[in-house]
Structure formats: structure tokens, C-alpha cells
DNA sequence: CTGAAAGCGCTAACAA
DNA sequence: TTGTTAGCGCTTTCAG
């Protein structure tokens, strides 16, 4: 029995071009055991004696033998890798998340993998069709991929969710919600309520929005914050006010806000103060600010969403997301419903974003008044 | 045969905890043709009339198969992975590799993977013991779970070299050198002596450094080039004026800059200027600058090194690395690699740091008078 | 064009 | 404590 594993041995000698690493097989028959009992020395620990034990542990050492993840991965029907799926990989905000997840996999022998639209072409905020296979999404779900799913700011329609749920996987929402799912995510139309309110309180007349044109569920929060507040203060919501970016494939992104901001600065009468849906937003209207020759704040207030470490330095007023924290709950929830069988019950925990104030709302805060001022977290 | 795949169905209806997908048996069952014959269809394509082709696909969509991941890669010997290793994951200037690489990734059908140290405390540049078999590093060549690997700021060893090589695996580095790999690397010393030969030109007379304790290879270098530039001004490189930062699990952080300019800046005689290792880094020093009441660039000019989107926004002067062209073309050759069975002749190609004047040197740039400017890259 | 069957490397009952 | 053996789900010769 023992001899057609041989055979690739001799393979190899045959095909050096093609790589074959030892087996469990290679390691039984040097240790002289049968190959569960090598299974066992490198999982259970238990019920093996410490002489067998360590004849095994010798083999191994000698040939240099690691299991192989997918043929464990195939046996133990897991895989011990979560996913994460995002509209973009490398992104500010998805950046501070990822700082999380990873500090909650602190040794926990997970590994990680990330999940994103191929084509930078594609509307990436929009749901990819779920009939298609081949899509970052279908590729996450796919059986024998991972053991759980963090969507991060995927915006799901229930077509979707019942494709997640069918797959019976661990998931959970980062920057989004649904009845079905275990969710961390900032409640978004408090904070486009907040920084409305704060640009009315400066005595700002004319206040515009920058939102994004799809409409995922954080812009449209946030947007609807802002026409709260406006309407609180008897103001009416003017279409002419508000522009969408529809920047691919991130309308969150610099160029989306600068492209929006152009297209605000191009109408009668001009915004004297805006509300950006994301800090790369509002970053964009700056530059956009500046090349119209107005200045900010005195010629235009900016307030942006997100509070990122390049929004300190460039003094943006925001709301402030607990990106990090997210990512770590997040990734303990997942963790906890993977480990367990049953399904405890959902619930959806939302933060509050909190108003930081700066520069670019016509405010001189008394701590930042030299900026650029940095705080000094952990990486 | 197939009686006994049909088993695991009888299963589930005993323990519907456990989820069971579908697979390749149940669809050949039901399109009554062989295993053989779907998988045929689901790779080849060939070699299969279009009729029994059609009661396949009809089968499988409506029993919503998915072909399991693990299964695949066990049975192919490769899995359509490549895995990235870096010191951290979420950090400015990896995010700009990712950048890259991702864009190399675009409709390749291949996943990513991210390892990075779990252990926050672990010092993370230095080499992980070879020997362990449960780091990160590790983790990322075992058999079965990657076929290439992409080795970002990570220093190498010669043993670690041999356990690369031992893999027979496809490995590329970024932001780093070793004479047995394919490398992209900006050339740090060049850049070190291009910073420091900057500040001798705007004539400052004490010009200090922040580097990493640790001594990793970049840093290394860039204060190589720090040292040359000082001598070939005939000065001397006075330890005074260098400090290292030993912050973890990142040294290259906005924290170690701050921590070693805290330190430079309680030494006799003050820097004037200081070269970091790092963009971020600088931050920090600005920040330390900052507390101890010194104007940049009036009483302190700093140089970094990246040119993160981040620098712009600060006015930092500083060293720009193609961070994302870096990681494309990284890509791209591994990709190539895991293709081309044989082994092309190993390249490493090396970029020229290019000096991106901006305020904190003390120089007013004619293009960014009115900070801060953004560039508009796509996302 | 299609099917039978032997793996891929490991795990986990079940027996001994 | 250890070995036998039947899978995990898919791919891939090799016949037919």
C-alpha cells in the first residue's frame, strides 16, 4: 500500500522540473507507523506515546515535512482562512479596518484572504449579478474557499443574502447592514446630521453635499443626515447644492470629490460650505477649492467623513469612524460564529461618529491650532 | 459508486448543522453522464458534445453547483493563489504595492493572500526563526496553500533563501534584494545621498538621521547614502546626529520617527535638518518638532522617504518610490514564473528615487505654493 | 465523445 | 496506543 505512494518518488526523478514535497506517507514509512498516527503527532497530541511521538517528529524534522493546506483543507472540510471582500483592496478606510481584522487574528492560526473586483472598470458598489460565477463575490463564496466572510461596505441585496445564507458560511458586515447578518458599522445619517448642523451652527448660508451617485446605504445616510438637518433648521434641500460623484471604480475616492466639487463650483449661486460623504472626498474638493481660487476655509468650509490619519494632518474637519474597532469586533464575531456550530442570535452594533473638529470648517480648535498635528496611535 | 457519494445527503437530513454543498457526484447523477464528463466541462471545455455539455451546465445550475476550492487545488497540485508577506499589512506604503499588485491581478482568476506577523510584539523585520513552523513566514510556503509568493520589505537570510528555494515555489520581492530572486526595489542609498545632498545644498549645517534599529536593508542603505553624500561634503557622520528607531512592530512608523526625533532633539547640538528613513517617520518628527516648539522648516527641515499620498497633503519634501508600479510589475513577473515551467534568468530591476521638493525643507515649490495640492491618481 | 478508476495528501472512525 | 480503511471532491490518464 505504502508502495504506489513511492511511485512519486520516482516521478520526480523522472520530472525534475515538477516539484513534489513530502508526504505523510514519505514520514510513516521512515518512522516506521502507520500514516494516522503521523496525523495524529501533528494534530491531537493526544494518544500517541512520547516515544512514537518523537520517532515521527525526528522523520519529519529529516524530511523536512509540512502538511500540505489543501489536502487538510479537503479532509477537515474547513480551511482556517476567513475572506474579506471589499469594494477596493487598497483604500484609507479600508486600510484602518484591515489593522483591526488582523490584530484580532493575532495568533489565532487563521490566514487571511482578500476579495476584490478584478476590473477597476466594474461599479463596484453596485451588487455584482449573483448569477455570475466568476465575480469576487461568487469567488468568496465558493465551497472549500474560507471559513467566513467579512464584507466590508458590500451592499447587499437580499438576492445576495440568501446566496450568502445558503452557503450556511460565517458572515459579517463591516460599514453595512442587513436583518440577516451580524453587523459593525457607524450610524451614518447621525453623522451627516452632525456635520450639517455643525456648519449651520458656524453660520454657514449655503451648504452643499457631496454624495455618491449609486446611492450605496453609507452615502444615502449620510445624505439624508444632511437634508435632516437642513430641514430642522427650516432650510429647503436644494438639488442645485448637492453634486454625486461617480468616480469608478471608488466614487468615495480624491478625484470623485474634486470631479463633484468642480461641477458644484460651475452653479449659481456657489456653496459657501460643503458636507463630503468620505475625507478622500473632501480632500478632492479641496484641490477643487483651490484651483478655483477660493480658499478654505474663509471662501468655503469643508467637512469631510471618516477621520483618517492624512485628515489630521491636512486639518479636514470630520466624523470620526472607529475603523479599527470595527474590524476587530467584526473579526471576533466571525471568529465566534465559526467556532460555533448553532447560530446565536444577530444583532447589528452601530457606533456613533463623533464630530472632530479642525481647520477647514472656519473653526481654529485650540488643540491643532499649529498643524499639522498627528496622534500617536498604534500600528 | 455513485450509491455511495449519496450518502453524505442522507447525512445532512441527520445532522443539518453540518452544511454539505453539492457536488460534482450530484450533478452526474442528475445529468446522468459521468464525474469524468462535468469536470471535462467545468475546465477543459473541449472534447464534450454541446448536447451532453448542455445537461450538464442545466444540472448544475439547477442544483447550484460550485466546484470546492480545496478539492480542486488538491487534485490540480496548484491553487490559483499568491500570497504577499510583509511586515504589516495595513501601512501607507504597502497600500500602494497592493495597489499594484491588485491592478496586476485584474481578470488573472487568481486570489491574494496576506500574511503578516500576528504577534503585534514581535520585531517584525528581523527574520522569523527559519526553524518555526508556525509563523507567518512559514505559514505562507506550505505546501498546498500558494503558488507564488510576494516578498514585500521582507530581509532575507541565506537560510531563509534555501527554504525558499527549497519550495521550488515562484517568489518575487519588492523592496528588497537577494541575488537568487527576482527583485523591484528603488535604490535606497541613492536616495539617501540625494535627500542629504539636498539638505547640504540649502545649506543647513547640522543634518541628522532617523533610521531603524534593527538595520534592515532599506534603511540601511538610505543612511549609507546619508553618510556619503556627508562625507564627499567633507563633514563628519556624527552619531549625535542619528537615532534609531526601534518602535514596534513597525520602526519605519510615524511613532519611531517621533520617538527618535525626541531623542535627537534632547541631544547637544540640535539637528537643523533631519533625513527619515520614512515618510512616516517624518510625520512623527514633525510632530515631535511641533511639541517642542520648533517651526518647520524654519528651525527644522525634514526629508522623508515614500512620497505617500499623505506627504503631499503635509508638504513633506521627500524621496518618491513607484510603490504601485512596483507591485504590478512584482506581480507580473511572478505571474509569469508560475507559468513558465522552466526558470528564466533571474533580474533585479532597481528604480531611481526621485526627489519631490515640497515646504518642510525649507523651500517654497512653485507648483504647491498654495498647500495642500493633491494629485489626482486613479484609484 | 464518454466512462472507469486511480490518485492528490490528509483526517477520522472503527477495530484491534 | 496504534493501524486499517474509507472517505473529502475533484482531476486525469487510459480504455473504449
Chains 1, 2 share one sequence.
Not at 225 to 236: I, M, P, S, T, V
Request: charge should be negative.
Amino acid at each position: 500500500m505504502l508502495a504506489c505512494k513511492r511511485l512519486r518518488t520516482q516521478f520526480i526523478t523522472f520530472t525534475p522540473l515538477l516539484f513534489v514535497s513530502t508526504t505523510i506517507y514519505d514520514i510513516a514509512e521512515r518512522a516506521d507507523v502507520s500514516t494516522a498516527t503521523v496525523s495524529r503527532v501533528f494534530n491531537d497530541e493526544s494518544g500517541v506515546s512520547e516515544d512514537t511521538r518523537q520517532h515521527v517528529l525526528d522523520a519529519a524534522a529529516a524530511l523536512n515535512y509540512r502538511p500540505h493546506a489543501s489536502a487538510q483543507n479537503l479532509a477537515r472540510q474547513h480551511t482556517n482562512q476567513i475572506a474579506v471582500v471589499a469594494p477596493v483592496v487598497a483604500n484609507y478606510f479600508y486600510m484602518h479596518v484591515m489593522r483591526g481584522i488582523q490584530h484580532a487574528l493575532a495568533d489565532r492560526d487563521m490566514d487571511l484572504m482578500v476579495h476584490a473586483p478584478a476590473n477597476p472598470q466594474d461599479r463596484i458598489h453596485e451588487q455584482p449579478d449573483p448569477k455570475s460565477l466568476n465575480t469576487y463575490m461568487a469567488r468568496a463564496l465558493q465551497p472549500g474557499r474560507n471559513d467566513g466572510i467579512l464584507l466590508l461596505s458590500m451592499p447587499l441585496t437580499d438576492e445576495w443574502a440568501d446566496r450568502l445564507a445558503e452557503t450556511s458560511r460565517a458572515v459579517v458586515l463591516v460599514d453595512g447592514e442587513h436583518p440577516r447578518f451580524e453587523s459593525f458599522a457607524v450610524d451614518s445619517r447621525e453623522g451627516g446630521y452632525k456635520a450639517t448642523q455643525h456648519l449651520i451652527d458656524r453660520g454657514y448660508e449655503r451648504i452643499g453635499h457631496i454624495t455618491v451617485e449609486y446611492d450605496p446605504p453609507p452615502a444615502r445616510y449620510r445624505r439624508e443626515g444632511y437634508e435632516q438637518a437642513l430641514r430642522d433648521d427650516n432650510r429647503a434641500v436644494q438639488d442645485k447644492l448637492i453634486a454625486a460623484s461617480d468616480e469608478r471604480p471608488f466614487a468615495f475616492s480624491e478625484k470623485g470629490g474634486y470631479r463633484a466639487m468642480t461641477t458644484l463650483l460651475g452653479r449659481k449661486p456657489r456653496p459657501d460650505a460643503v458636507f463630503a460623504a468620505s475625507d478622500m472626498q473632501a480632500m478632492g474638493a479641496m484641490q477643487a477649492a483651490h484651483e478655483n481660487d477660493l480658499r478654505v476655509p474663509e471662501d468655503l468650509a469643508i467637512v469631510g467623513f471618516d477621520d483618517l490619519e492624512l485628515s489630521r494632518c491636512a486639518g479636514l474637519t470630520t466624523l470620526r469612524q472607529p475603523a479599527r474597532t470595527m474590524g476587530t469586533r467584526a473579526t471576533r464575531t466571525l471568529l465566534r460564529r465559526i467556532e460555533a456550530a448553532g447560530a446565536p442570535p444577530v444583532s447589528s452594533t452601530v457606533f456613533s461618529p463623533e464630530l472632530v473638529v479642525r481647520r477647514t470648517c472656519g473653526e481654529r480648535p485650540e488643540s491643532e491650532a499649529a498643524s499639522p498635528g498627528f496622534v500617536l496611535r498604534d500600528q
